[in-house]
T-cell receptor
Framework: KAGVTQTPRYLIKTRGQQVTLSCSPISGHRSVSWYQQTPGQGLQFLFE???????NKGNFPGRFSGRQFSNSRSEMNVSTLELGDSALYLC??????????????FGEGSRLTVL | GQQVMQIPQYQHVQEGEDFTTYCNSSTTLSNIQWYKQRPGGHPVFLIQLVKSGEVKKQKRLTFQFGEAKKNSSLHITATQTTDVGTYFCAGRTGLIFGTGTRLQVFP
């Protein structure tokens, strides 16, 4: 069974630009959640999608958004990039979703650098 | 808001020594999960605890969930260099990750 696939793995943007990251979950998993990982803040929950609906949202500004498609693939978008958005963005898929107990399977992450 | 703190932040041990990391939540958790992230890697699920006072073992790893379901611990007996990484707890009601404990093992 293929794991969680995130693209791109690395990208460099400048302040003010926007970025879109993609996540393909494990086949059959309907829940995709996104996390921002930085050395100073650790792993922080961004949002979770289940069957194309956002079910949970973390404490991030509206510049961070996401969506999920009917095939469960998910994208997250960050607009008007700031230097502080430089981070490793991880997505995780789960068969059961965050509301119900379920193991998370993480992708390798997309490392975003904002200059 | 809900916070999950882990201590210590860093731990350096000699191979063969024991290691424990503690996870404390400001609110009661419905369950708790533990993940390990190797340097340069992504978090990998270790275990989930659901019941108050639950204890689970995986070879040299022992996981505990507190009676009040607000704290948890991971104990590694006789550490090996393969144990190197950052250990995160993750508390559910929503999903809040602990701050992580980075373990370094010296041979």
């Amino acid at each position: 069974k293929a794991g969680v696939t995130q693209t791109p793995r690395y990208l460099i943007k400048t302040r003010g630009q926007q970025v879109t990251l993609s996540c393909s979950p494990i086949s059959g998993h309907r829940s995709v959640s996104w996390y921002q990982q930085t050395p100073g803040q650790g792993l922080q929950f961004l949002f979770e999608y289940f069957s194309e609906t956002q079910r949970n949202k973390g404490n991030f500004p509206g510049r961070f958004s996401g969506r999920q498609f009917s095939n469960s693939r998910s994208e997250m978008n960050v607009s008007t990039l700031e230097l502080g958005d430089s981070a490793l963005y991880l997505c995780a898929s789960s068969a059961k979703g965050l509301v119900i107990t379920g193991e998370l399977f993480f992708g390798e992450g997309s490392r975003l650098t904002v200059l | 808001g809900q916070q999950v703190m882990q201590i210590p932040q860093y731990q350096h041990v000699q191979e063969g020594e024991d290691f424990t990391t503690y996870c404390n939540s400001s609110t009661t958790l419905s369950n708790i999960q533990w993940y390990k992230q190797r340097p340069g890697g992504h978090p990998v699920f270790l275990i989930q605890l659901v019941k108050s006072g639950e204890v689970k073992k995986q070879k040299r790893l022992t996981f505990q969930f507190g009676e009040a379901k607000k704290n948890s611990s991971l104990h590694i007996t006789a550490t090996q260099t393969t144990d190197v990484g950052t250990y995160f707890c993750a508390g559910r009601t929503g999903l809040i990750f602990g701050t992580g404990t980075r373990l370094q093992v010296f041979p």
